[in-house]
């Protein structure tokens, strides 16, 4: 018997914000890979998570392993981002209340 090598499409999307998610679904390639970093396996992880599929699971395992300085610069970069969406928040939230304590002012 012959097996042939196949090559299959590694199951991650990258959807319209940047963000590379597993299969078909929500769950990030972010929180797949802090889970395995974490210790889980691939059962575990989809025993956490029920909608991922095992083998996709296990692929963008593989995928990770074989590329980690590509995911993990793609990890750090989001995480950058993140912070700096976080930081634009607490300005907006600031310029929020003193918007509040104006027009508190105002009705006096």
């Known amino acids: 018997m012959n097996l042939a090598a196949v090559n299959e499409k590694i199951p991650i999307e990258t959807d319209k914000d940047g963000v590379i998610r597993v299969g078909n ?4 390639l ?3 890979v802090s889970a395995f970093n974490n210790g889980s396996n691939a059962e ?5 998570f029920p909608v ?5 699971v296990y692929a963008v395992i593989t995928y ?4 980690r300085n590509i995911v993990d ?4 970069d989001r995480t ?12 907006n939230k600031s310029m929020n209340d003193i918007r ?9």
Do not use: M
């Open 25 to 28: 679904t929500r769950v990030t």
């Open 30 to 32: 972010k929180t797949l």
């Open 44 to 48: 575990e992880i989809v025993y956490q």
């Open 52 to 56: 991922l599929n095992l083998a996709d």
């Open 64 to 67: 990770y392993l074989r590329n």
């Open 73 to 76: 610069k793609y990890l750090n």
């Open 80 to 91: 950058l981002f993140a912070g700096q969406i976080s930081q634009k928040n607490q300005q």
């Open 100 to 108: 509040k304590r104006l027009i508190a002012r105002q009705k006096q």
